[in-house]
């Protein structure tokens, strides 16, 4: 998988994901995440229109995104779906932080069976994305 980042404003991030979002790179994806939240990023739009897969530890490195953006530390991975069902109780009501962009439909399969759907918002694409971040 590849990341990119992109800093369109002192406080929105972009990370860019391409390929797969899998056991094996999702903390790749966290520590992206920890980096633009250090660098001042109060938001972080999320594109997932690269991706052609993405696993439930993808799942889990958007949720510890968004816990890091309310000032928490993430869960440790080996909690694994536990921390996912935990998810609308550490996120709250209030803004998550994270947007995603652009899932592919095995991707949006994925936010929707796990619920992640309904609690981030998800945009069509980045122009979209970034309007909403900067509101």
Do not use: C
Request: hydrophobic share 40%; no cysteine.
């Amino acid at each position: 998988m590849d990341i990119t980042t992109d800093r369109p404003s002192a406080d929105v991030a972009v990370i860019g994901l391409t390929g797969e979002l899998d056991g094996s790179n999702f903390e790749d994806v966290i520590a992206a995440g920890r980096t633009a939240r250090d660098g001042g990023a109060r938001r972080i739009v999320l594109d997932l229109s690269g991706l052609s897969y993405m696993g439930s530890s993808g799942l889990v490195a958007i949720h510890s995104i968004a816990l890091l953006l309310a000032g928490k530390e993430p869960t440790s991975p080996e909690d694994g779906w536990q921390a996912i069902h935990e998810v609308s109780q550490s996120v709250g009501d209030g803004d998550p932080g994270v947007i995603l962009v652009g899932p592919g439909a095995s991707v949006q399969r994925v936010l929707d069976r796990s619920g992640m759907s309904e609690l981030f918002p998800v945009h069509p694409d980045r122009a979209a994305a970034l309007g909403a971040a900067t509101t």
